[in-house]
């Protein structure tokens, strides 16, 4: 658990590109979930902002998580929300306890 890194990543949809994202975000779950190094990658929702995503990965290490964001499947991601994000934000963190 040294170099676990945690992530999480606030995804916001814009209202009318929301259902697109989510399916996308559900691919992106369905194929990381077999990255060499990913320990869990979970998507949720927001129960009143349906706009609003949150996912929370943890990764063996910076390593795994670089090349987690090399993958096809995370660029076809990247590719496919262009446009249709209001918000996109990261956070890598360590976990304390």
Do not use: P, R
């Not at 320990?39 to 943890?58: C, G, H, K, P, R």
């Not at 090349?67 to 262009?82: C, P, Q, R």
């Amino acid at each position: 658990m040294k170099n676990q890194l945690t992530i999480v990543a606030k995804i916001v949809a814009k209202t009318e590109h929301t259902e697109c994202v989510k399916t996308e975000l559900l691919k992106l779950v369905d194929a990381s979930i077999h990255d060499k190094g990913c320990i869990n990658y979970n998507l949720l929702q927001d129960n009143t902002d349906l706009n609003s995503f949150v996912v929370y990965e943890n990764w063996d290490d910076e390593e795994a998580l670089n090349s987690h964001l090399n993958t096809v499947h995370f660029k076809a991601f990247t590719e496919a929300t262009d446009g249709k994000l209001d918000v996109f934000t990261v956070n890598k963190m360590t976990m304390l306890s």
